[in-house]
Structure formats: structure tokens, C-alpha cells
């Protein structure tokens, strides 16, 4: 059996990572695929909780020996997805929640047709602006950066499967957390993990 492939993308500061972990944290039936990157750890980020930290020497040594399953340059750092880990989760009928941004989404896509994508979209620019000041992790000069490449990021939009806006975190939560679980609902799904009654409902 096959576990089924949850992609989350979002401008920086949109939330989708506060959004991921919520869900994880309430279904024990998905687990999350800690990418590798280049950026230096922010404070309270530990390696192997919330990325591989890694230099771009080693990261450019895994790309050259086809590790990643996908992998981005993004705001400057490198962010990539371990193939080996992906294959071995879905091979245990794991669900897997990916954080990625768009040009990671396509890549993943083409190899995984069958992935459920989702965007997470802030309530407004403005917003987002005001969630990465407040976070306070980042620079004058990287904010600005983010702000930038957020426009870019949106516009990729209409090649997702959902869409959530971040205004409301609950119900933000509440709606990933059900996508998730209608992804487990699917005909092919069901069919493959109740293969016996199938069978006996003489269902194709």
C-alpha cells in the first residue's frame, strides 16, 4: 500500500508552517518530511527537528548524487526533500506532509501525479508584512526580500488543488487537518487499503 502525499506551499510568513505542526500534533496518522536547507538555524531551531542544516557543499554533493526528490534555491538558500525518506514512508503507507515552496510543488508533482496540493494565502500583503515583522527572525533587508518574492509566489496559485486563507488560524487548521483526511477517503485509496471488501462488494 501506498500513503498518500500532502503538499503545503505559502509565501513566507503566511503561517503554513504553524499550520502543519498544528495538524500533525492532532493526527498521529502523517508525518512530516524534515526538508535539508543551507539557511543558518533561527533561534530555538534544532537540526533534524525543523530542517537538515547543512552547507552548500554538501548540499550541492547530494544534488550531484540525485538524493533529492526535489530541491529549490529560495530567498538565497538551498531547500531540498530526501528521495530515499519519501519512498521508504510511502512504502509503509505513510502519510506525508511536505512543506515546500511552488517550484518544489511542480517538481513533486511530475514524479507524484497523485499528490493533494495545497497553498496557504494570508488575509492581505499587509498582513504578511506585519506577521514577518513580528516573528522577528529575519533582517530589514531579508524582509523586504520575502515581501518581493511573495507576488511571484501567489501568482502560482491556480496550480494547487486548495486554497486556505490564513485570517483565522482555527479554522485554518480545521480546514488542512479535513483535507487530509478526505485525501484518505479517495477511491483509489480505499480501494488499495480495503482491497478484501472491495472484493467482496465486487467493486472495481
Known amino acids: 500500500m501506498i500513503g498518500n502525499f500532502i503538499i503545503v506551499a505559502a509565501p513566507s510568513g503566511a503561517g503554513k508552517s504553524s499550520l502543519v505542526n498544528a495538524v500533525l500534533a492532532g493526527d498521529k496518522g502523517v508525518k512530516h518530511s524534515i526538508s535539508y536547507t543551507t539557511r543558518a538555524p533561527r533561534p530555538g531551531e534544532q537540526d533534524g527537528h525543523e530542517y537538515h542544516f547543512v552547507d552548500v557543499d554538501r548540499f550541492q554533493a547530494m544534488i550531484a548524487r540525485g538524493e ?9 538558500n538551498y531547500y531540498g526533500t530526501s528521495r530515499d525518506w519519501i519512498v521508504a514512508a510511502r512504502a509503509l503507507d505513510t502519510d506525508i506532509i511536505l512543506e515546500i515552496d511552488w517550484q518544489g510543488a511542480q517538481q513533486v508533482r511530475r514524479i507524484f501525479p497523485d499528490a493533494v496540493t495545497v497553498f ?3 488575509p492581505s500583503m499587509e498582513e504578511l508584512e506585519r506577521r514577518l515583522r513580528g516573528r522577528d527572525k529575519d533582517g530589514e533587508e531579508a524582509i523586504r526580500q520575502r515581501m518581493a518574492n511573495a507576488a511571484d509566489e501567489i501568482a502560482h496559485l491556480a496550480e494547487f488543488d ?3 486563507i490564513n485570517d483565522n488560524f482555527e479554522q485554518a487548521r480545521a480546514d488542512l487537518a479535513a483535507i487530509v ?3 484518505r477517503t479517495k477511491l483509489a485509496v ?3 487499503r480495503n482491497p478484501d471488501l472491495f472484493s467482496a462488494f465486487r467493486a472495481i
Open 68 to 76: 533529492f526528490l526535489e530541491h529549490a534555491l529560495v530567498h538565497g
Open 120 to 122: 496557504v494565502l494570508p
Open 162 to 164: 486548495y486554497v486556505i
Open 181 to 183: 483526511r478526505a485525501a
Open 190 to 192: 480505499q480501494r488499495e
